[in-house]
C-alpha cells in the first residue's frame, strides 16, 4: 500500500485497495445523514475518491467541527466525483425512516455522474436494487475513507438545509439544531405546532406530546 492514500484521522484507502484488487476501479463510499431528527429529511451522498489525490482528516462527520466540516467539503466537491439525495419528511412518514434513508442512498449513487462500480455502505444493509455489488460495513465513516467523506457531504448539505428551513419556518430554531430532538425544539413545537417539514410518525407527533 502506497503510504500516500493514508489519512490521519482514521479513515484511510485500504478497504477500497482491498476492492480494487479484486478488479475495480470506482469505488463509491455512501452514507446517511438524519435518521434521528424531528424534522427535516434525511440526506445520503455517494463519494468516489480519486486515489492519487488523498485528502488527510477524513473521518466520520460527527467527529468534526464544523470549520473542519466545511474545510473538507470544499475539498471533496472540488476533487471527487459526488451525488447527493434527499428524501422528505413527508415521504418517512408514508415508509418508514430505514425505507427512507436506503432510499437516498440508492438515488445518491444512481445520480453520479460518473458510474461507480462498486459501492461501499456505511451501516449494515444494503439498499434493494442495487445495479452494481456492494458491501455495507458497520461504522464504514470511520474506518472508509470514501464513506467518511460521504458522510460529511450529506452532513454539510443537510444542515445548511435546515438553515435554510429556520428563515422560511421561524420559531424552531431549525439552524441551531438541525431538527433533532433538543429540549428547546421540543418546546417550541409544544408552542407552535408541527412545521410543514416534521415528521409526523415519529415522537413527539406520533404519541401526541412534544
Do not use: C, W
Not at 104 to 113: D, E, F, K, P
Not at 129 to 140: F, K, S, T, Y
Not at 148 to 174: H, P, Q
Request: no cysteine; aromatic share 6%.
Amino acid at each position: 500500500m502506497r503510504s500516500r492514500t493514508k489519512t490521519t484521522a482514521g479513515a484511510d484507502f485500504a478497504v477500497e485497495q482491498s476492492v480494487m484488487a479484486d478488479g475495480y476501479r470506482r469505488i463509491a463510499g455512501v452514507d446517511e445523514v438524519g435518521r434521528g431528527p424531528l424534522a427535516g429529511p434525511v440526506a445520503a451522498a455517494a463519494v468516489i475518491l480519486n486515489p492519487d489525490r488523498p485528502i488527510d482528516g477524513l473521518a466520520d462527520s460527527k467527529d468534526l467541527s464544523p470549520a473542519m466540516r466545511e474545510r473538507l467539503f470544499a475539498r471533496i466537491v472540488a476533487e471527487a466525483t459526488v451525488a447527493v439525495s434527499f428524501v422528505p419528511a413527508a415521504t418517512i412518514d408514508r415508509t418508514d425512516i430505514r425505507k427512507a434513508a436506503l432510499a437516498a442512498m440508492r438515488s445518491a449513487l444512481a445520480g453520479l455522474a460518473v458510474p461507480a462500480d462498486f459501492a461501499l455502505i456505511d451501516g449494515r444493509d444494503i439498499p434493494p436494487g442495487l445495479a452494481i455489488p456492494a458491501r455495507a460495513i458497520i461504522g464504514g465513516d470511520g474506518v472508509s475513507a470514501s464513506i467518511a467523506a460521504a458522510s460529511i457531504v450529506a452532513k454539510v448539505l443537510r444542515d445548511r438545509m435546515m438553515e435554510r428551513a429556520d428563515t422560511a419556518f421561524s420559531g424552531y430554531d431549525f439552524g441551531r439544531h438541525a431538527g433533532y430532538g433538543t429540549a428547546r425544539h421540543r418546546a417550541a413545537i409544544a408552542r407552535l405546532g408541527a412545521s410543514p417539514i416534521h415528521r409526523l410518525s415519529f415522537a413527539p407527533f406520533k404519541n401526541g406530546t412534544p
